[in-house]
């Protein structure tokens, strides 16, 4: 299963090589309430078959209206806004006089949606620059942090590599984590060297690799969009892995256990010479404190802080599993 926005983009790929004309639409600015943010993508073909979402629905019904009535006329970008008035906003569901302005690409080869395809599945940080005056697109590498920039000559978006999850351990917690995860748009893998565990496993999306965890992380090369959570229980699995991937540059690092294991875990983890600003970044015992129970609401915990780490939400420490258990002792 792909993001939304790649689907968007293989879809148009897809389109453009078989001969069918298609623009892609891009939420470029919004004021107020927005159903979708800046960035968001809906692909639209000749035939009014669409692909992605920029609003509710709403902006969409109108958009393939005006195609399926005019067809597709325009042969250069155009910058398109709804919302402006008290009545359009009702109109599009808009809440709050909400406004959003969308960048309107008809699509051709010349738009550089293979090369970028080919960039994404090297794991690579672009920026494709479209040219509001001719149409032409550039692709370069984008800084860390770079975000969508928009004037009154081109339109350049920011294209990086998909979210990715690893999971260590095959059991039934790692089958709701990786499911929730899935559906949140991670390209979740699941590693677990262990066939008893690795029997009957069945989850739609998800890559299941039989090697040892602590290879698999090399292998993977984890960049800033990967996130690791360790889930087998088992120091022999667990350690060197998260070893690995402290050293990384994932922007999460989780494993499960006890208060008490995780002392001991980050006891051990010393002894492989890491340094205290690799081991502060070990997530453990992972998740958010929400008295869950069982393994959906244990996952759900740990998306819950994961996500709070991948937006930059500083959390307080009396939501953490080890604050919150250590005024239950």
């Known amino acids: 299963m792909d993001s939304i926005d790649l689907e968007v983009l293989k879809t148009c790929d897809a389109w453009i090589k078989a001969g069918q004309s298609c623009e892609l639409v891009t939420v ?9 943010p800046e960035g968001a993508t809906l692909a639209i073909a000749g035939n009014g078959q669409v692909v992605g979402s920029v609003s509710g629905g709403c902006i969409e019904d109108d958009l393939i209206e005006r195609v399926q009535r005019e067809g597709m006329q325009r042969h250069l970008p155009e910058i398109v806004t709804y919302g402006i008035t008290a009545d359009e906003a009702h109109r599009f569901g808009l809440p709050c006089g909400g406004t959003i302005q969308l960048a309107i690409e008809p699509l051709s080869a010349r738009s550089q949606l293979d090369a970028l395809l080919q960039g994404l599945q090297r794991h690579e940080l672009l920026a494709r620059r479209l040219d509001l005056r001719t149409g032409g697109v550039t692709l370069a590498k984008a800084d860390p942090g770079q975000q969508l920039q928009i004037s009154d000559e081109a339109l350049t978006t920011v ?38 565990y690795r029997s009957g496993w069945q989850v739609e999306g998800v890559q299941l690799v039989h090697v040892m965890p602590d290879d698999l992380v090399l292998d993977m090369q984890l960049d800033s969009h990967s996130a690791v959570v360790a889930l087998t229980h088992d120091p022999k699995l667990d350690d060197l892995a998260l070893m690995e991937a402290l050293k990384s540059d994932a922007f999460y690092v989780g494993a499960i256990g006890s208060r008490i294991n995780n002392a001991k875990r980050r006891e051990r983890l010393k002894e492989f010479d890491l340094n205290d ?24 915990s740990i998306l819950a802080e994961l996500t709070a780490v991948k937006n930059h939400i500083s959390l307080p420490n009396e939501v953490s599993v080890e604050h919150a258990k250590s005024l239950l002792a």
């Open 28 to 36: 470029i600015k919004t004021w107020g309430s927005s159903p979708r």
């Open 159 to 196: 294209h990086g590599p998909r979210w990715r999850l690893l999971i260590i351990g095959a059991g039934q917690l790692s089958r709701f984590l990786a499911s929730i995860a899935v559906g949140m748009d991670y390209q979740v893998t699941v590693c677990d060297p262990r066939e008893e």
């Open 277 to 300: 600003e690799q081991l502060a970044k070990l997530h453990g015992p992972v998740g958010l404190y929400i008295g869950s129970k069982t393994p959906a609401e244990i996952a759900i």
